[in-house]
């Protein structure tokens, strides 16, 4: 004689699998996203966009933009620099963040005494920078 499993067993085996899949999508819905930090120094001698896959940028060394090539800064993007660490542009800067979306120019350490370097435009450069917020620079 062959016994048939139970409606009662299959039943629950069902619901607890559903209970399952909705606990997850709300845990894969709910769940804050995460910004990867990219540390940068150095020469650049190609167009570069920061802001794509990662929104925190740390300058450890100084940064230049070779012309005639250009460093896009997406919104909400955050940049931090070293104590005494510059940006420095030969090319092209666009750092043209939005009322939601503001770009951040900051300290990389904010207990130094010593501010971040700035941002300098030299004679063979251009650029843009709106809604944009700069932070202990000097």
Same mark, same amino acid.
């Given at each position: 004689?062959?016994?048939?499993?139970?409606?009662?067993?299959?039943?629950?085996?069902?619901? @607890?699998?559903?209970?399952?899949?909705?606990?997850?999508?709300?845990?894969?819905?709910? @769940?804050?996203?995460?910004?990867?930090?990219?540390?940068?120094?150095?020469?650049?001698?190609?167009?570069?966009?920061?802001?794509? &896959?990662?929104?925190?940028?740390?300058?450890?060394? &100084?940064?230049?933009?070779? &012309?005639?090539?250009?460093?896009?800064?997406? *919104?909400?993007?955050?940049?931090?620099?070293?104590?005494?660490?510059?940006?420095?542009?030969?090319?092209?800067?666009?750092?043209?963040?939005? *009322?939601?979306? *503001?770009? &951040? /120019?900051?300290?990389?350490?904010?207990?130094?005494?010593? *501010?971040?370097?700035?941002?300098?435009?030299?004679?063979?450069?251009?650029?843009?920078?709106?809604?944009?917020? /700069?932070?202990?620079?000097?």
């Amino acid at each position: 004689m062959r016994t048939h499993p139970s409606r009662f067993s299959m039943r629950s085996v069902a619901v @607890a699998f559903m209970l399952l899949v909705s606990i997850g999508a709300v845990l894969l819905v709910s @769940a804050p996203t995460v910004s990867a930090t990219t540390y940068v120094r150095g020469v650049y001698t190609t167009d570069v966009t920061w802001g794509v &896959a990662d929104t925190v940028y740390i300058a450890t060394g &100084a940064v230049t933009i070779r &012309a005639p090539w250009t460093l896009t800064i997406m *919104p909400g993007t955050t940049v931090k620099f070293d104590p005494g660490v510059h940006l420095f542009v030969d090319g092209q800067l666009k750092a043209d963040g939005t *009322p939601a979306k *503001p770009i &951040a /120019f900051a300290p990389n350490n904010t207990g130094s005494v010593f *501010p971040w370097g700035g941002i300098q435009f030299n004679a063979s450069s251009s650029g843009s920078v709106s809604w944009s917020t /700069f932070d202990r620079v000097d």
